[in-house]
């Protein structure tokens, strides 16, 4: 079979298996009952008609915190976020950065700070009693010793039979010093110690936001860490059996993506397909002196801080959008997932909108909708003696979309072996708009019950739609058979499908 798309090797990864069909051979993608999303073109055979695949951006909502206490600052930063049964927890950097006399100061030590909701859109800073700052203990602050603070990352270890006093765990700057990382544990994701005495990656940069997780699906440890390569910011990865000892590491590789400057990675399993890696990487810029430049907010202390460094003043930075099904290479989208919106105080500027790492799932406010992702993402990075985070929204699974316009197209998949009764999809469609279904098998031949005359239009907008041909919804009978996915869509956006059973999954 030849093959021209970018990501048919990864395929070929992911779905070895193969059937001869008419007069070559079919890669067959068995997806089983997994969750998937039109992140990459794994499942594209083709597209026709005015349909792409195009990139979503998530909308800004609410300030979620405002990093305003006397232990925290302009500096803050380094954000986590994750969900912990009914319990949304956050960690971050405290830290002020001002300029004195033509130099960059912090005022005051770093700490690594805490704070919680119970949906994940109100947060609280709640007195833990663990450090003192200035005479007092009444702070949320988890962490004050050494380096470690400056990029403190915790995470909940999933492994099973992980120690009852190491079920949270975090990468941080070893306090031995060095370019190097440590590894913490932790009982309760509040009162931490140093897990092992020695560093356990030391080969990078590490000046960033590093971070590390159990990846159940592939049962092991698997860190992301920055360094540089051929001069240019970029990210690593390592994998480990015990968190302490690691393989050695590998740079990341972006086929057809061109070179970019990469702060933090954000990477991690998404918690709907965890077989799906999700990168939220920050983009890093230096744009130079410019009239365009000289007209983004507060110039005054922009020229300040380029004062102490030149690139204070005139780097920029915004977030990106990677995916990945093997963890190491990555389909990169080029244009900004998260942009710095309109020119406002704050905005425009180094430090604005690095995103915290993980994506979490909650409430719409909106009464009777589905939930939604929530993303979280800094402002006001480097000016007066506070900054803020906040708070971003998209649709569940909805990061890229196969979108019709108006005139209408269709989406071929490529063969498909799947498990279940039902397919479900989820999309959207304006009120003139539809999608129709139908199930071919491998030769492209429509199979009787499934064709598109079969299939009624579906339009609305949900994300667990499920299909029906005529009267019928059950696919049982053509699950294991290797099979084609017919979607024909006019103003209407698909953002993923996956076959199921009427029993409950447990991704869902």
Same mark, same amino acid.
């Given at each position: 079979?030849?093959?021209?798309?970018?990501?048919?090797?990864?395929?070929?990864?992911?779905?070895?298996?193969?059937?001869?069909?008419?007069?070559?051979?079919?890669?067959?993608?068995?997806?089983?009952?997994?969750? +998937?999303?039109?992140?990459?073109?794994?499942?594209?055979?083709?597209?026709?008609?005015?349909? +792409?695949?195009?990139?979503?951006?998530? !909308?800004?909502?609410?300030?979620?915190?405002?990093?305003?206490?006397?232990?925290?600052? *302009?500096?803050?930063?380094?954000? !986590?976020?994750?969900?912990?049964?009914?319990?949304?927890?956050?960690?971050?950097?405290?830290?002020?950065?001002?300029?004195?006399?033509?130099?960059?100061?912090?005022?005051?030590?770093?700490?690594?700070?805490?704070?919680?909701?119970?949906?994940?859109?109100?947060?609280?800073?709640?007195?833990?009693?663990?450090?003192?700052?200035?005479?007092?203990?009444?702070?949320?602050?988890?962490?004050?010793?050494?380096?470690?603070?400056?990029?403190?990352?915790?995470?909940?270890?999933?492994?099973?039979?992980?120690?009852?006093? &190491?079920?949270?765990?975090?990468?941080?700057?070893?306090?031995?010093?060095?370019?190097?990382?440590?590894?913490?544990?932790?009982?309760?994701?509040?009162?931490?110690?140093?897990?092992?005495?020695?560093?356990?990656?030391?080969?990078?940069?590490?000046?960033?936001?590093?971070?590390?997780?159990?990846?159940?699906?592939?049962?092991?440890?698997?860190?992301?860490?920055?360094?540089?390569?051929?001069?240019?910011?970029?990210?690593?990865?390592?994998?480990?059996?015990?968190?302490?000892?690691?393989?050695?590491?590998?740079?990341?590789?972006?086929?057809? *993506?061109?070179?970019?400057?990469?702060?933090?990675?954000?990477?991690?399993?998404?918690?709907?397909?965890?077989?799906?890696?999700?990168?939220?990487?920050?983009?890093?810029?230096?744009?130079?002196?410019?009239?365009?430049?000289?007209?983004?907010?507060?110039?005054?202390?922009?020229?300040?801080?380029?004062?102490?460094?030149?690139?204070?003043?005139?780097?920029?930075?915004?977030?990106?959008?990677?995916?990945?099904?093997?963890?190491?290479?990555?389909?990169?989208?080029? +244009?900004?997932?998260? *942009?710095?919106?309109?020119?406002?105080?704050? !905005?425009?500027?180094?430090?604005?909108?690095?995103?915290?790492?993980?994506?979490? &799932?909650?409430?719409?406010?909106?009464?009777?909708?589905?939930?939604?992702?929530?993303?979280?993402?800094?402002? *006001?990075?480097?000016?007066?003696?506070?900054?803020?985070?906040?708070?971003?929204?998209?649709?569940?699974?909805?990061?890229?979309?196969?979108?019709?316009?108006?005139?209408?197209? &269709?989406?071929?998949?490529?063969?498909?072996?799947?498990?279940?009764?039902?397919?479900?999809?989820?999309?959207?469609?304006?009120?003139?708009?539809? =999608?129709?279904?139908?199930?071919?098998?491998?030769?492209?031949?429509?199979?009787?019950?499934?064709?598109?005359?079969?299939?009624?239009?579906?339009?609305?907008?949900?994300?667990?739609?499920? =299909?029906?041909?005529?009267?019928?919804?059950?696919?049982?009978?053509?699950?294991?058979?290797?099979?084609?996915?017919?979607?024909?869509?006019?103003?209407?956006?698909?953002?993923?499908?996956?076959?199921?059973?009427? +029993?409950?999954?447990?991704?869902?």
């Amino acid at each position: 079979m030849t093959c021209v798309r970018p990501m048919c090797l990864l395929t070929l990864l992911v779905a070895p298996a193969v059937l001869a069909a008419g007069d070559g051979q079919q890669t067959i993608v068995d997806i089983g009952s997994r969750r +998937e999303l039109f992140v990459d073109d794994l499942l594209i055979d083709r597209l026709s008609g005015d349909v +792409e695949r195009r990139l979503h951006h998530p !909308t800004p909502q609410d300030v979620a915190l405002n990093f305003d206490a006397p232990w925290e600052g *302009s500096g803050s930063n380094y954000v !986590t976020v994750f969900r912990d049964g009914d319990l949304y927890r956050m960690y971050y950097r405290g830290a002020q950065l001002s300029v004195e006399d033509g130099k960059l100061v912090q005022p005051h030590a770093q700490v690594t700070c805490y704070a919680e909701s119970r949906d994940g859109i109100e947060w609280t800073r709640p007195n833990l009693g663990l450090f003192e700052w200035e005479g007092s203990k009444q702070n949320n602050i988890v962490w004050t010793e050494g380096r470690a603070t400056h990029n403190f990352t915790p995470f909940k270890d999933t492994r099973p039979g992980v120690p009852d006093d &190491e079920r949270y765990k975090a990468l941080a700057y070893a306090p031995q010093g060095g370019r190097a990382l440590a590894a913490f544990a932790s009982p309760d994701g509040l009162r931490w110690r140093l897990l092992h005495e020695q560093p356990v990656l030391t080969h990078g940069v590490f000046d960033s936001q590093n971070l590390a997780f159990w990846d159940d699906e592939r049962g092991e440890y698997r860190a992301y860490f920055r360094d540089f390569r051929e001069g240019r910011r970029d990210i690593r990865t390592a994998t480990s059996r015990d968190f302490r000892t690691w393989s050695e590491a590998e740079w990341l590789e972006y086929p057809g *993506s061109e070179p970019q400057q990469l702060y933090t990675n954000q990477i991690e399993p998404y918690d709907r397909a965890p077989h799906l890696f999700i990168g939220l990487p920050t983009r890093y810029l230096d744009r130079g002196w410019s009239e365009s430049m000289r007209a983004l907010p507060e110039r005054e202390h922009r020229e300040r801080r380029a004062g102490a460094n030149r690139r204070y003043g005139t780097a920029l930075t915004d977030t990106l959008l990677m995916t990945s099904r093997d963890g190491r290479t990555f389909h990169r989208w080029s +244009e900004a997932f998260i *942009s710095p919106g309109p020119q406002r105080p704050g !905005t425009w500027n180094y430090g604005h909108l690095y995103t915290a790492w993980h994506v979490i &799932e909650t409430p719409s406010r909106l009464t009777g909708a589905p939930p939604e992702l929530s993303l979280f993402a800094t402002e *006001s990075a480097w000016t007066g003696t506070d900054s803020l985070l906040r708070r971003y929204t998209l649709r569940l699974d909805g990061f890229v979309s196969v979108h019709a316009s108006g005139r209408g197209g &269709e989406l071929l998949t490529r063969p498909l072996r799947f498990g279940g009764d039902r397919l479900e999809i989820n999309f959207a469609t304006s009120a003139a708009g539809s =999608v129709r279904v139908e199930i071919q098998d491998v030769d492209g031949k429509p199979i009787p019950g499934f064709t598109l005359d079969d299939c009624p239009p579906h339009f609305g907008d949900e994300p667990a739609r499920t =299909v029906v041909w005529k009267d019928n919804s059950d696919v049982g009978r053509l699950a294991g058979r290797p099979v084609r996915l017919r979607f024909t869509m006019n103003e209407a956006d698909l953002y993923s499908l996956r076959f199921h059973s009427d +029993e409950p999954a447990g991704d869902e």
